[in-house]
């Protein structure tokens, strides 16, 4: 079926490192969505991404979707402690558009 | 605005038993969508309500059922209680008028716990 696989599962980083998280599409996305979810929290929405090859900033964080439609990529920029969480990638299949999550990455920030 | 609110928020049940659990979208959203979220699984899809209709499903058996109220308000059930629906059941709200507008604004969860 129709899938999103997320890069990688947990990544460990000093503060003050870059970071960056993939987001891959078995198939051809409408949009896709990022979302932060801190430990004991629920997921917060970032951004969506619309058009192919956008590329959007938030401060310290850079989304980008593929030419393709197919991928999506996050980074952040000198990492800071308050960037602790899971980041999902979320898109709606196109046939149905139900939202599928991917399983995320856990971003754990050494002091 | 205030956000989405889910009840209860914690909640402990046996085994066969059956749950209700509620959600209140953001205030003009009318669309509301159900997760099961498990450290092993993820974020995984339930169903979606718009305007009092089921308008997508996941791939959960028919102990999972919900529905939407003429508010927005939404409810889903889970009958016939297993070990493995232990989770915590995300809300999440959306104005759902029209594609793409799948910007979706989630509640606190309510942490099952079945025994």
């Known amino acids: 079926g129709q899938q999103v696989m997320q890069i990688p599962q947990y990544q460990h980083v000093q503060e003050g490192e870059d970071f960056t998280t993939y987001c891959n599409s078995s198939t051809t996305l409408s949009n896709i969505q990022w979302y932060k979810q801190r430990p004991g929290g629920h997921p917060v929405f970032l951004i969506q991404l619309v058009k192919s090859g956008e590329v959007k900033k938030q401060k310290r964080l850079t989304f980008q979707f593929g030419e393709a439609k197919k991928n999506s990529s996050l980074h952040i920029t000198a990492t800071q402690t308050t960037d602790v969480g899971t980041y999902f990638c979320?898109?709606?299949?196109?046939?149905?558009?139900?939202?599928?999550f991917g399983k995320g990455t856990r971003l754990h920030i050494l002091p | 605005k205030a956000g989405v609110t889910q009840t209860p928020r914690y909640l402990i049940k046996t085994r066969g038993q059956q749950v209700t659990l509620s959600c209140s979208p953001i205030?003009?959203?009318?669309?509301v969508s159900w997760y099961q979220q498990t450290p092993g699984q993820g974020l995984q899809f339930l169903f979606e309500?718009?305007?009092?209709?089921?308008?997508n499903k996941g791939n959960f058996p028919g102990r999972f059922s919900g529905r939407q109220f003429s508010n927005s308000r939404s409810e889903m059930n889970v009958s016939t209680l297993e070990l493995g629906d232990s989770a915590l059941y995300l809300c999440?709200?959306?104005?759902?008028?029209?594609?793409?507008?799948?910007?979706?604004?989630f509640g606190p969860g309510t942490r099952l716990t079945v025994t």
């Open positions: 309500y718009f305007s009092e209709t089921q308008r």
């Open positions: 205030s003009g959203h009318r669309s």
């Open positions: 979320a898109g709606p299949m196109n046939r149905d558009d139900k939202i599928i």
């Open positions: 999440a709200s959306s104005l759902g008028l029209s594609r793409p507008s799948w910007e979706q604004y």
